[in-house]
């Protein structure tokens, strides 16, 4: 199969959200990702996986411009959110972040109270006119992000004070805050205990629908249990992309099937 095929085959109904066309990453002179065109649909959750070093952070990273940060990468191709072409030099770098957040492996809450964790991006954003907004923003996004009963009376404590799973939900709630319409997450649970993971796969099933979510993961049970868009990535390349049910249980790609039977990875 061809992965552009692929990538544009398992679109939904409603139209991508996010799409990416022949998009090539390099560091310096290795390539890291060589010509991968995919749609990312608005209302359900997309799972990469793929072996170690295929890259999955990488690409992932090229759909909200965090490459941007590393002096030696350099992304060639299109990409887009609502057809927006997201490299144009006239895209507001902050404002892209904030449409498409981030929540990364290893919970990375500021060393600032829990509030302030959650009111630092509304605040530079200018989404709340007074206290009494703010203070409802903090509510609802601590609320959706499954942490507000846990947390109500001690706002005031340091959101690094907390358990991992409690930081790791809190970066959710962070960037939940500014009213994305994209959230990607890396590896989100690979920090974390079972009990926690579950937490959080618990919380993704109830954030889909509102946000289009992407996840790196490593582990193929968490995406066949998170996701319904599965894609493959191998030596930088996209292989496969579709249903997770399909992925997972008729890939179409030799290298698919080696990798879930567990032959590699
Ligand atoms: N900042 C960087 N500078 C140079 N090379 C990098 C950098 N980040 C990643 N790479 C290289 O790019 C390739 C893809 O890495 P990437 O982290 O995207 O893969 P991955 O599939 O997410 O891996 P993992 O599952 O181990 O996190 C690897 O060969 C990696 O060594």
Redesign the pocket.
């Known amino acids: 199969m061809d992965a552009t095929t692929g990538g544009l085959a398992a679109a939904t109904a409603t139209g991508p959200k996010m799409t990416a066309r022949d998009v090539t990453v390099h560091?310096?002179p290795?390539k890291?990702i060589d010509k991968v065109s995919i749609d990312v649909p608005t209302d359900v959750v997309t799972a990469f996986i793929?072996p170690?070093?295929?890259?999955?952070?990488?690409f992932l990273r090229t759909l909200n411009r965090m490459n941007d940060t590393?002096a030696?990468?350099r992304v060639e191709g299109d990409i887009t959110l609502d057809g927006e072409d997201i490299y144009a030099t006239s895209m507001d770098v902050v404002q892209l972040r904030a449409r498409v957040g981030m929540v990364f492996q290893k919970p990375n809450p500021f060393p600032k109270s829990i509030y302030e964790n959650i009111a630092y991006g509304p605040r530079i954003h200018g989404l709340a006119s007074g206290k009494d907004e703010m203070d409802q923003i903090v509510e609802n996004s601590l609320r959706r992000a499954g942490l507000w009963d846990e947390v109500k009376d001690r706002l005031s404590d340091s959101g690094t004070a907390m358990s991992g799973g409690q930081q790791q939900r809190l970066c959710i709630a962070r960037a939940i805050a500014v009213d994305p319409e994209v959230i990607l997450m890396d590896e989100p649970c690979s920090a974390l205990d079972p009990i926690a993971t579950a937490k959080i796969e618990e919380l993704i099933h109830e954030l889909r629908g509102r946000y289009a979510i992407v996840i790196?993961t490593?582990n193929m049970q968490q995406a066949a249990r998170v996701s319904q868009r599965t894609a493959f990535?191998h030596l930088g390349q996209l292989v496969e992309y579709g249903e997770t049910s399909e992925i997972f249980t008729n890939p179409r790609q030799e290298r698919t099937k080696d990798y879930i039977t567990g032959r590699y990875g």
Do not use: D, M, Q
Request: with cysteine; charged share 10%.
């Open positions: 560091y310096g290795k890291a793929g170690s070093g295929c890259g999955k952070s990488t590393v030696s990468a790196v490593h990535f």
